[in-house]
């Protein structure tokens, strides 16, 4: 089983400034990677996912993630946050061809400071 | 497409009554997930379904949980009795295909509160 770990619980930034949210998993078998996004008394959106080819991958909202094989990492970046970006962030795994369970990670509240 | 549909959104009931969420997963997903969140545990998996049958149960917590899916529009899960560590929000989400790539699409989730 997977085990996903999101390192920082709470990140507060000041508008425009840039922002890394990050995550990493424990196995090094073949993964796919997504990150949520979770707005108050709502569920969890798909901001963007990594399935093969390019590492870097672009999601919705100006967010993009870089795979890191080697590191096990997901990282989630913006490099200049609105205050509408406030939320949990959730990122979450799942291994090609077992398919259906999808490990998450504990989540990082986003602040954005005005 | 009307996306995952959980109702009520909200249910506050006192401790030893029953509690019936329900979900209306997308047209077409094969797969159901029922999901619990709560502020110490996160995001807990406590049951899933492929084509209306339960794969895997292990994360229900105990017997007074249950969960059926009578059709592929259709899920409810139950508790009974409930009881006040019960209170958490409870999500419901749907994918096409069992392969992994394919993200899990959410309802917007029922907060149960029992007091």
């Known amino acids: 089983a997977q085990s996903v770990t999101q390192l920082d619980s709470q990140v507060p930034v000041f508008e425009e400034a840039p922002v890394e949210l990050r995550c990493n998993y424990s196995?090094?078998?073949?993964?796919?990677l997504f990150w949520y996004v979770q707005y108050p008394n709502q569920g969890l959106q798909l901001l963007l996912k990594?399935?093969?080819?390019?590492?870097l991958v672009k999601g919705i909202n100006g967010f993009e993630a870089e795979f890191n094989k080697s590191q096990t990492s997901f990282h989630l970046r913006k490099p200049s946050v609105h205050i509408s970006d406030t939320a949990e962030y959730f990122c979450a795994v799942s291994e090609r061809d077992t398919g259906n369970q999808f490990y998450f990670g504990t989540g990082t509240s986003l602040t954005v400071i005005p | 497409d009307a996306g995952v549909i959980q109702s009520p959104r909200h249910e506050v009931t006192e401790m030893g009554q029953e509690v019936t969420l329900r979900c209306k997963p997308i047209s077409g997903h094969d797969y159901l997930f029922w999901y619990r969140q709560t502020m110490m545990r996160g995001l807990e998996l406590l049951i899933y379904?492929?084509?209306?049958?339960?794969?895997?149960d292990s994360g229900m917590p105990e017997d007074r949980f249950s969960a059926k899916m009578p059709n592929a529009s259709f899920s409810t899960l139950k508790i009974q009795p409930s009881e006040p560590r019960d209170s958490a929000v409870y999500f419901c989400a749907s994918i096409a295909g069992g392969k992994g790539n394919s993200p899990l699409h959410f309802g917007n989730g029922t907060r149960l509160t029992v007091t």
């Open positions: 990594y399935l093969s080819g390019s590492t």
């Open positions: 379904f492929n084509n209306n049958v339960p794969i895997d």
């Open positions: 196995s090094s078998v073949s993964v796919y």
